[in-house]
C-alpha cells in the first residue's frame, strides 16, 4: 500500500512543479513582471490550500481510492487548459483549480498510509513517503529540462510531463485498499480502534484539531518550513535560468540537484527520528531548521561560476530544509485522535501552502525590486530561522494525544 501511493505521488508534482520551469517565457509571451508571475503562483498555491482544508476533512469520510485519481485527472486537465491559454487572467483561473485538484492526494493517502502502519513506524513510513514527493520534483525537473533542451515551446510543458501521472493514477484507483481486509489481520491489530463517531461530524473533527494549542503551534512552524521550501522550488530555476543557460546548459543540472537532496533529506529524517531522535520529531525538525537557514545563506554569499559549490549547496539546502517535512506528518497521529488524522494532516498542510502562497509574490517582489534573484535566499534563510524558533514553542508533555 505504502509503494501503491507512493508510485502515484512520483507524477504528481509534474501537475505543480513544471510552472517555474516555463515561468520566464510565459513572462515574455504574455509581458508580465515577475511580482505579476508570483501571484499566478500564488493562486495555484492558495487553491491547494483551501483544498487541503477541505480535503483532509473529507479524507476521513470517503475513500483515497475515490479521491486520490479524480484530483489527478482533473489537474490534468487544468494543465492542457493552461496550456491553451492566451491571457494572464486565464492562467490564473486555471492555476488555481489546479492547486484544488492537487490538493486531492495527500491527506487521503497520509490516511491511507496511517491505517497500514503502527504508530512506532510512522516516521519511517512517512519519510518513504514524503521522498515520493520530493522525486516527483526530480521527475519534473528532469522532464522539464529535457524538453527545454530540446527546444520545446512552453505550451508542451503543461502536457508532455502529465502523461505518466495518468498511468500512475490508475494503477493507484486498481491496487488500493483504505485499510487492511479482514478485521483479523496482525497489522489490523496495531492500530488503535475508531473513536466512538456518534459524535464524529466535519466540524467537530475541524474543532478537535483547532483546540490543540501544540498542533496549531507546529502547523504554523510547517507554514514556514513550506515557505522556505517553495521558495526554493519555484524560485531557484528561475534564478539559474537568468544566468544565459543556453550558453551553460550546465546550470540547469545544477538546479536538479536541490529536489534529489529533498528526496534523500525526507528518507534520512524520517528514519533518523524513529531510531536517533527516538521518535522526538520536534528536536529533529528544529535541527534541520537552523541547518538550512545557514546552507541557504551560503547559497547567497558563495559565487555563482563555481558549479561544484554551487550543486554540492542546492544538494544540501534541499536535503535539509524539506528532511523535516517527514517528521512534520506523524505530529497528526501523534498528537490528535484517530478518527481527525486526515483532517489534521489537512490543516497543517493548509498553513503549509498558505504561508508558501503569501510567499510567491513576495519573492517576486524581493527580485524586481533588487534587480537580482539572489536576494531571495536571505530571506529563505530568516524564515527558516522562524520554522525552528516556532516549533521550539511546543510543550514537552505533548507527545501523546489521550
Known amino acids: ?67 486520490v485519481p479524480t484530483g489527478a485527472f482533473l489537474s490534468i486537465a487544468a494543465n492542457v487548459g493552461i496550456s491553451f491559454s492566451t491571457s494572464t487572467i486565464q492562467i490564473m483561473v486555471l492555476w488555481a483549480m489546479n492547486g484544488y485538484f492537487q490538493s486531492m492526494a495527500w ?52 502536457r508532455l510531463p502529465l502523461i505518466p501521472l495518468a498511468f500512475a493514477a ?31 461530524s466535519w466540524l467537530t473533527r475541524y474543532k478537535t484539531v483547532l483546540k490543540n494549542g501544540n498542533f496549531l503551534k507546529a502547523s504554523l512552524s510547517f507554514g514556514f ?66 541547518i538550512s537557514a545557514i546552507l541557504v545563506l551560503l547559497v547567497y554569499i558563495s559565487p555563482a561560476s563555481n558549479l561544484i559549490l554551487g550543486g554540492v549547496l542546492m544538494f544540501l539546502s534541499g536535503f535539509f530544509v524539506y528532511g523535516p517535512q517527514a517528521n512534520f506528518w506523524p505530529l497528526s497521529p501523534q498528537m490528535l485522535p484517530k478518527n481527525t488524522i486526515g483532517t489534521g494532516i489537512g490543516f497543517m498542510n493548509m498553513s ?18 533588487t534587480g537580482s534573484t539572489a536576494s531571495i535566499f536571505v530571506m529563505i534563510s530568516l524564515i527558516c530561522l522562524l520554522s525552528a524558533v516556532l516549533i521550539s514553542t511546543i510543550n514537552k508533555s505533548m507527545h501523546h494525544c489521550p
Not at 491505517?115 to 519519510?127: M, V, Y
Not at 510567491?360 to 517582489?365: R, Y
Request: proline share 3%; charged share 15%; hydrophobic share 50%.
Open 170 to 200: 490508475i494503477i493507484f484507483l486498481i491496487l488500493i485498499r483504505d485499510r487492511p481486509e479482514p478485521l483479523t489481520s496482525d497489522e489490523f491489530l496495531k492500530i488503535p480502534e475508531e473513536m466512538n463517531t456518534s459524535e464524529d
Open 352 to 369: 503549509g501552502y498558505l504561508f508558501a502562497a503569501l510567499g510567491e509574490p513576495l519573492f517576486g517582489f524581493i527580485i524586481d525590486t
Open 107 to 158: 491527506a487521503p493517502g497520509s490516511k491511507v498510509i496511517s491505517n497500514w502502519w503502527s504508530k512506532d513506524e510512522h516516521g519511517k513510513a512517512f519519510g518513504f513517503y514524503t521522498m515520493a514527493a520530493g522525486l516527483s520534483s526530480v521527475v519534473t525537473y528532469l522532464f522539464s529540462i529535457l524538453l527545454l533542451q530540446m527546444h520545446v515551446d512552453w505550451r508542451m510543458l503543461f
Open 225 to 290: 518550513e513550506s515557505m522556505a521550501r517553495y521558495g526554493l522550488i519555484f524560485w531557484v530555476p528561475v534564478h539559474y535560468l537568468g544566468k544565459g543557460w543556453k550558453d551553460n546548459p550546465q546550470y540547469l543540472w545544477v538546479t536538479l540537484l536541490l529536489p534529489i537532496g529533498m528526496a534523500a533529506g525526507a528518507i534520512s529524517f524520517g528514519t533518523l527520528s524513529d531510531s536517533f531522535f527516538k521518535g522526538n520529531r520536534i528536536t529533529s525538525i528544529r535541527l534541520g531548521m537552523i
Open 1 to 67: 500500500m505504502l509503494l501503491v501511493t507512493m508510485f502515484c505521488y512520483l507524477f504528481f508534482y509534474t501537475g505543480r512543479h513544471n510552472f517555474g520551469w516555463a515561468v520566464k517565457d510565459i513572462a515574455a509571451a504574455l509581458h508580465i513582471s515577475y511580482t505579476t508571475i508570483g501571484w499566478i503562483s500564488f493562486s495555484m498555491l492558495i487553491g491547494y490550500s483551501i483544498g487541503q482544508l477541505v480535503n483532509g476533512n473529507l479524507a476521513d469520510k470517503l475513500s483515497a481510492r475515490f479521491m
